[in-house]
Structure formats: structure tokens, C-alpha cells
């Protein structure tokens, strides 16, 4: 469903995991050339930008991440340190990333470092969400925020935009506590009750935030930046 741009309603996490999706495809014309994806994980968004050069990843060893997940990083180290040399890359990708960084300005200088000149940063951050990835979750992010930080090391903003809005936001935190309430299912009739609980939530929620989106609460933003 990834490849068609559509995240199942049986996913807990539907309406947040969605809304990154989209923002991406949105601004997928902004990618071109080279490009870094900063704390890449497992590459998940890559299908979305075929028409890169080449999609390089950057992340920590599963051995220093708070995350332990199977990861496919073409390069390991640090987003506040990067090992590429300055003006190397077209395109900067970063994904619900800079919430984990305990210095968000340093990883910002670093991605404009390795960016060409007319280069673009694409990034994803929550202003909603719960902890995550502990001990390493330690900002969450207004749009005023991304653009001072942003700003502050050299960027020029393309745009800055909700993901959703209040009843988007409403919605995916209600289905996170039906599925993660006293803990992940057990079992399979367990996991398909709640799976099941969660997509109706969602589903309802989800139409709600298209007939009238507040955006004075989101999930979070995605911004697309410039180097100058």
C-alpha cells in the first residue's frame, strides 16, 4: 500500500504514519540528484523518490540506537557529525528524526554542510506524540520552531505545513491508546479486536479532520528548506 500512497486503516498508527506519507509525496519534486537520508532506519520512504541518483542512508549501529530494529544504513555515524564531505549531496531527507537529537541546530548545520548550493531539505517532525525510542526522545516542534531553527543556520523556507489538523491529531491518539492500552495483543483474535477498534476510530476521526482542519493542533509538520 506504500507504493500506492495509502496506509491500511489497521494500522494503529494509520492517520500519523499517513500524514508523513503524504507530505512526502507532496514534496517529492523537491528531490533530485544525491540524496542523504538523515537517520534513514529501514529506508521506508524511498520508493518515493525514484527519481534520485542516489538514496544514501545515515544512521546509527543498532548497537547505539535506542531503536533496535534491523536497519539497511548505507553509512553508520551521526547525524551531528557527518562523515561526507561539505557540498556533496542535491537533496537532505529526515524523517521523524530530529526529535531524538539532543542538539537539533547542530544537525541542522550539518545538513546544510553537505547540501550543494539551491539544494533542498525535506524533513518531518512531531509537535503530538508520545515518548518514544526512550531514553533518546527530547523535542517536540511547533512551526515556528523548525522555521527559527531552521533560519538560524542558513536556510531560506520553501514552506512549512500541518500534517493534520486537531480532530487528525484526536483520532491517532485515541487509536494508539486502544492499541497499546495494558500492552500490545497477545493473540491473534486480541490483535485483530483492536486492530479492528483502531481503524474504525481512525476511519471517523480522519474524515472528521478533512471537513474541518484546525490546524492549531497537529501531529506534526513537514518543512522543505533551501540552501542559499
Not at 486502544?178 to 476521526?205: D, H, N, W
Request: aromatic fraction near 12%.
Amino acid at each position: 500500500m506504500l507504493a500506492k500512497g495509502k496506509i491500511s486503516y489497521l494500522n494503529p498508527d494509520k492517520i500519523e504514519r499517513q500524514s508523513i506519507l503524504t507530505s512526502l509525496i507532496n514534496a517529492k519534486k523537491y528531490a533530485r540528484g544525491r540524496l542523504l537520508d538523515m537517520g534513514c532506519g529501514n529506508k521506508s520512504y524511498e520508493s518515493i523518490f525514484p527519481d534520485v541518483v542516489k538514496h544514501i542512508g545515515v544512521d546509527l549501529p543498532i548497537s547505539e540506537s535506542a531503536n533496535k530494529l534491523e536497519k539497511q544504513a548505507d553509512v553508520y555515524g551521526s547525524v551531528l557529525e557527518l562523515p561526507f564531505n561539505p557540498n556533496s549531496f542535491d537533496t537532505v531527507l529526515s524523517t521523524q528524526v530530529l526529535e531524538h537529537v539532543p542538539e537539533p541546530k547542530r544537525m541542522l548545520k550539518e545538513a546544510y554542510r553537505v547540501l550543494k548550493r539551491e539544494g533542498y531539505l525535506i524533513l518531518t517532525a512531531p509537535m503530538t506524540w508520545g515518548l518514544h525510542e526512550i531514553p533518546n526522545d527530547y523535542y517536540r516542534y511547533t512551526k515556528y520552531g523548525l522555521k527559527y531553527l531552521a533560519e538560524s543556520v542558513g536556510f531560506e523556507i520553501v514552506y512549512i505545513k500541518a500534517r493534520c489538523g486537531f480532530w487528525g491529531a484526536i483520532g491517532q491518539r485515541i487509536s494508539s491508546w486502544v492499541y497499546y492500552f495494558r500492552g500490545t495483543p497477545k493473540s491473534i483474535i486480541g490483535e485483530g479486536i483492536k486492530r479492528i477498534l483502531c481503524g474504525m476510530v481512525q476511519a471517523f476521526y480522519f474524515s472528521l479532520d478533512k471537513i474541518s482542519k484546525d490546524e492549531g493542533e497537529t501531529l506534526g509538520y513537514i518543512m522543505v528548506a533551501k540552501k542559499r
